[in-house]
């Protein structure tokens, strides 16, 4: 199935690109299927309904050093959950038919490096497609005309490439050091640690938290995702930066830390302090975008704090965390995008009592952050309860502590986002607010839909995920 997820968009981005001009209506549609068909691909594959013994040869012809767990499962079906909800955004925001092509390349092109970052196996092949993955995200956040956009671009771009230096020299440690860069060699290479192995262990986990927004490296994240066009808001928020950053810290985190009691440590204070600052910043906001991009930081940091829990369950936690706060969030953006698109603002000081007027956009806005700041029985209540569960096991218990009182304050924002754009009393220039088009609808209850069935039926998909060993 690996040689089948990274094939089909390189090949669909060929063929898009030798079709005739008057042929690109067709990206939109393609690029679409070929999210979908991931989606769908990747969520069958642990139940094996598919052979895809029929590939092997293929995969063996062009070299591939791929393969794929529950982890990367996880991955590749965010990344196409993600990817449909831009692009139906991008049917909405983007009018014009040259745009919404360049869009549908670039998308197609950032999941080659998502899927990519989902299956490798080794150090390089992994900084490769983090790449991929990073240069489409800063052509993106500079799709939007004007200052703010470029601006935003710009941070992002800088401080990803200091990043990518530090994955490099990391890298040529590792080689150093361990005689290898395959996850294996590292791993084995910690398990008698020399300090060229500690330099690199430090610098690879500096580049990723920069790649993160870990702070204090997380001030590109809120200017690159208010600033960036709505549909590219969704896909950043619910798949670029944990695919290129977090995602990669699940995959090698749990080998460093196996026998290296600092790199836990540096994990659980590096995560609890993004969460708790991502929290803070958060409820300061005023602009709507901004306050979900520091959500953003905040969810991000949970997802770290629970990698320095207790194994195998803090690799679980972290990994359904990943998957709800990316379906959540991406719905999110696309309530933004759709209040943007009607309202021409994101000054929630501005708005109030929209939900009368927006039915669809205020409910799924309800599902959404209820979710995220961990209600019951909605999907992020269980991903955050087994966070804590996580760091208990483990002896974490003042970790396990801020990271419930954290979610407080998260509690604390998002009441204030509600009331201050969906209750209360709907101001005289709102009056004549309609309801956003299914552009923005359709992937906001679809998303919510996931959010309230995950959260329904965890008990049986925790099933699931302890069968096929996470």
Request: aromatic letters at 10%.
């Amino acid at each position: 199935m690996s040689s089948v997820l990274l094939l089909l968009p390189f090949a669909t981005l060929i063929v898009l690109n030798l079709l005739p001009r008057g042929s690109h209506g067709w990206a939109w549609i393609a690029s679409l299927t070929v999210f979908g068909l991931q989606t769908v691909i990747a969520a069958l594959h642990p139940f094996g309904v598919i052979d895809w013994s029929f590939m092997d040869p293929v995969q063996k012809a062009l070299g591939f050093n791929v393969a794929i767990d529950n982890l990367g499962v996880m991955l590749l079906v965010t990344a196409g959950l993600a990817g449909m909800a831009a692009l139906c955004v991008a049917s909405a925001s983007l009018k014009q038919e040259r745009r919404r092509f360049i869009f549908a390349n670039l998308l197609l092109i950032a999941l080659i490096g998502v899927d990519g970052i989902a299956m490798v196996r080794d150090l390089f092949s992994l900084y490769i497609f983090i790449e991929v993955t990073s240069v489409c995200a800063f052509i993106l956040v500079a799709f939007r005309d004007g200052q703010a956009s470029l601006e935003g671009a710009w941070k992002y771009l800088i401080l990803s490439a200091i990043a990518s230096v530090f994955l490099l020299t990391s890298i040529g440690c590792f080689l150093l050091s361990a005689g290898g860069i395959s996850f294996d060699e590292v791993a084995a290479g910690f398990a008698a640690p020399t300090p060229l192995m500690w330099v690199a262990g430090a610098l690879f986990l500096c580049g990723l938290f920069v790649k993160g927004a870990m702070v204090p490296f997380h001030g590109w994240l809120a200017d690159a995702y208010a600033e960036a066009p709505p549909a590219v808001s969704v896909f950043l928020a619910g798949i670029v930066t944990k695919a290129s950053g977090i995602f990669a810290l699940m995959r090698l985190g749990p080998a460093i830390m196996g026998t290296a009691g600092p790199a836990r440590e540096i994990l659980l204070v590096v995560g609890t302090v993004t969460a708790v600052a991502g929290a803070f910043l958060a409820l300061t906001q005023n602009d709507m975008k901004r306050m979900l991009a520091y959500s953003s930081v905040s969810q991000m940091g949970y997802i770290i704090l629970a990698l320095g829990g207790n194994a195998p369950l803090a690799l679980i936690a972290a990994g359904v965390h990943f998957f709800n706060h990316t379906v959540s969030k991406a719905q999110l953006f696309a309530n933004a995008a759709a209040i943007e698109d009607t309202l021409g603002t994101r000054d929630m000081d501005r708005m109030g009592g929209i939900s009368s007027r927006m039915p669809l956009t205020g409910a799924t806005s309800v599902i959404g952050t209820l979710s995220i700041a961990g209600l019951p029985p909605l999907a992020g209540f269980w991903s955050k309860l087994l966070i804590v569960i996580a760091l208990w096991q483990a002896g974490q218990v003042v970790f396990a502590v801020i990271a419930i009182l954290t979610s407080v304050v998260t509690l604390a924002y998002f009441l204030s986002l509600q009331r201050r754009v969906f209750f209360g009393k709907t101001p005289v220039e709102w009056e004549a607010v309609k309801e956003a088009g299914a552009g923005y609808t359709v992937p906001a209850v679809a998303l919510a839909a996931i959010t309230v069935a995950v959260g329904l039926g965890f008990p049986f998909l925790l099933r699931v995920i302890l069968g096929g060993g996470v």
